[in-house]
């Protein structure tokens, strides 16, 4: 299949400054895993949203507890199953049957040494584990900055701090505030101008908090609440007129009850002084039950909702989140629920007397530093059409919707890093080519605004070199995974080294035979044991660079999938390289080969090659040193072993004698500059002699 940069309402006459967004086509990766329905919750930074209301550059919170950027939305519509995944304590997702899941495996959550892994929806069982992370990411911050400019008009208001420091007290109040908290507007006598102020609502039982509130107020800002007790109402208003202050507080933490919301700065905050939000929240909107010893927080914030189970995670609490449908009068509304053990922590750190509740056997949930894990109570299906969403999120390639942590394919980072490359290189997008032959890497093509060839399995290398030779002006990329390279394409990969032409290869190696369901790849060292095959690896594994090294590949290097700058940095440095380069790219496969391609196994068991190791041939004329460079390389490849491997640049000759030059030193020049036809348009092509010798 042959796509153009052309096809796509360009003018090739006039190639505007490229970028890296300018070379995303209109296709999806709809082969790769999966999509998730418009409505899903997922957790940003600073706030939750449904997936729908992402955009490019908003930050997710990945499965390693921090938050990411997303690097790119993919919609599609899709008609067929549909699975609602139901877990324990956090509700529902709903997804597509072949998105990856995070779980624990129901026979493995006694283990010690817990194993998390990535399953498809549809491969999911009930009492799985669900792993959900602990959100790690802190910024210890001392203050925010008070923005406001005195009207000209004003000569009454008093004078605020331009910081306010994120003290205790004044977290505590911020949880008030969110709690009981709003912004009215009110008109005084005989003026027609309105002033603004803040007003905390409190029982009328609750005079502790009107003077706590009372007493911070003073202090942070320098202002003096009015006290209203409205018995009529059985509550105190506690009142700070300050239009400036009132402004502040609505635009930070929300203006009505349906979009409060915690401060991005707060929830950032170390976990010890996140106590004192917990306190003003639980204070303001929550209840302690010491007779029942439950207790609990509504709101009808969605974004609430999840700020609170946030916090709560990080005190070691496990919440029960309860969604109330909207009756009457009454909006829809989330319940927040603490029992049990977790009820214990939660009173200590309210500072409330309580008898301890008793600590059961929790089989529904438990939780370790990294992970909450909830069980999985119910996997039902229904038929949808209609619109779906995922992202390619940089680094770790996963995203936490509210009850579940989802992947995306490891091929999305490698998409942009292409993209990056292009970029960086300065390629005209309309004198390069993409290449690729069959498998998972090698829908490439398509997603890449530039010239395509997807081709047949292991013959892309022959496809790009003919391209090359054809039109030595183009930029020729290769792209095709290890079973479609070293594999059914071995005898193409060996002979290339044979000739240098002046392509770059990039080959995807997962260790596996993705796309027909994880059989065993050229790759996949013995005794490893992957998904798609009965037993451990009988077969050894091709060293493939050190193949290379020897074939004649004048470029060999590798990266990984999930470190977006080394792989760009590397595919620069390739694309840059004249003569025929090789980019083994170690690639995550979280449906076939999870265990040992997933970031957190790379991030342990690829390093960068040693800061003394140059694999560079300073004097392309020495033969001496390209040979000492050559057996450096193989060495340091051959003494690697499946448990530890390296990234960068392993050789690196910048040899003239391509196969190009050695073409026009016999004086034959390439296709695209020989004439086939007149003036006349008439062929030039003498075929008479080729049909007398076919005669019979």
């Keep these: ?173 911020v949880g008030y505030f969110i709690a009981e908290g709003s912004t009215h507007k009110r008109f005084k006598k005989g003026c027609t101008s309105k002033k603004q102020a803040i007003v905390l609502t409190f029982g009328s039982h609750e005079n502790n908090l009107v003077k706590d509130a009372t007493a911070i107020a003073r202090k942070s800002f320098g202002l003096r609440p009015i006290v209203r007790n409205r018995g009529y109402k059985n509550s105190i208003d506690l009142e700070i007129n300050s239009s400036y202050l009132a402004e502040f507080f609505s635009a930070w933490c929300g203006d009505s009850a349906i979009n409060k919301r915690v401060p991005h700065e707060l929830m950032l905050l170390p976990s010890l002084k996140q106590r004192e939000l917990i306190k003003g929240l639980w204070r303001g909107d929550g209840f302690v039950n010491t007779k029942s010893l439950r207790a609990g927080y509504k709101t009808i914030s969605p974004i609430l909702k999840e700020q609170i189970k946030i916090l709560l995670l990080r005190q070691n609490i496990i919440p029960y989140i309860y969604e109330n449908k909207a009756y009457g009068i009454h909006k829809k509304s989330y319940g927040i629920q603490i029992k049990g053990k977790n009820y214990n922590n939660l009173v200590k750190i309210l500072k409330v007397k309580s008898k301890a509740a008793q600590r059961t056997n929790n089989l529904f949930s438990f939780k370790d530093d990294d992970y909450v894990y909830l069980k999985i109570r119910s996997l039902n299906t229904f038929d949808y059409a209609g619109p779906v969403y995922n992202f390619e999120v940089e680094d770790v390639n996963s995203y936490v919707s509210n009850s579940a942590t989802l992947h995306n394919c490891g091929d999305s980072g490698i998409v942009l890093a292409v993209k990056n490359a292009i970029t960086a290189a300065g390629l005209d997008p309309h004198k390069t080519v993409i290449v690729s032959g069959i498998g998972c890497s090698s829908k490439l093509p398509h997603l890449v605004n530039v010239n395509g060839v997807h081709t047949l399995h292991g013959r892309a290398i022959p496809f790009a070199e003919g391209i090359k030779l ?227």
């Design 1 to 173: 299949m042959l796509t153009n940069a052309n096809d796509k309402n360009t003018n090739p006459t006039a190639v505007p400054p490229i970028t890296s967004a300018g070379l995303t086509s209109d296709e999806i990766n709809d082969w790769c895993p999966g999509c998730l329905l418009p409505d899903n919750t997922i957790i940003g930074n600073p706030s939750a949203k449904t997936i729908q209301a992402f955009q490019i550059g908003d930050k997710v919170l990945g499965n390693d507890g921090y938050f990411h950027r997303i690097n790119k939305v993919i919609t599609h519509i899709h008609k067929g199953k549909i699975y609602r995944l139901k877990v324990a304590h956090f509700g529902e997702t709903t997804l597509t049957n072949e998105h990856p899941v995070l779980i624990v495996k129901k026979e493995n959550a006694l283990n010690e040494d817990l194993k998390t892994e990535w399953i498809n929806a549809e491969d999911l069982r009930v009492d799985d584990y669900v792993a959900y992370p602990v959100m790690k990411m802190t910024i210890p911050i001392k203050s925010v900055q008070l923005d406001y400019e005195k009207r000209k008009k004003d000569t009454r208001s008093k004078k605020l701090p331009k910081n306010l420091l994120l003290t205790r007290n004044f977290i505590r109040f």
């Design 470 to 696: 054809a039109n030595p002006d183009l930029n020729v990329i290769v792209h095709s995974g290890d079973g479609d390279t070293y594999g059914i394409g071995a005898g193409h990969f060996i002979s290339a080294g044979r000739r240098n032409v002046d392509i770059k290869l990039f080959v995807h190696n997962n260790g596996v035979y993705a796309l027909t369901k994880g059989q065993a790849s050229p790759t996949l060292p013995e005794g490893r044991k992957v998904k798609g095959i009965p037993e451990p690896n009988i077969n050894g594994a091709l060293s493939p660079l050190a193949i290379a090294v020897l074939a004649g590949y004048t470029f060999v290097g590798r990266t990984q999938s999930y470190n977006l700058k080394e792989q760009t940095d590397l595919m620069v440095k390739a694309i840059k390289h004249k003569g025929l380069a090789l980019l083994d790219i170690q690639q995550g496969c979280p449906t076939y080969n999870p265990e040992f391609t997933n970031a957190s196994w790379f991030s342990q068991h690829l390093h960068p090659l040693p800061s003394d190791y140059n694999g560079i041939v300073s004097n392309p004329a020495d033969m001496d040193e390209v040979n000492k460079k050559k057996l450096q390389a193989i060495n340091i490849l051959l003494n690697e072993t499946t448990e530890s491997l390296n990234t960068g640049v392993f050789f690196q000759w910048e040899n003239s004698d391509t196969f190009e030059d050695r073409l026009i030193k016999r004086g034959i020049k390439p296709p695209l500059t020989q004439a086939i036809c007149d003036k006349d348009n008439k062929s030039t092509a003498n075929l008479s002699e080729v049909f007398e010798d076919l005669s019979v």
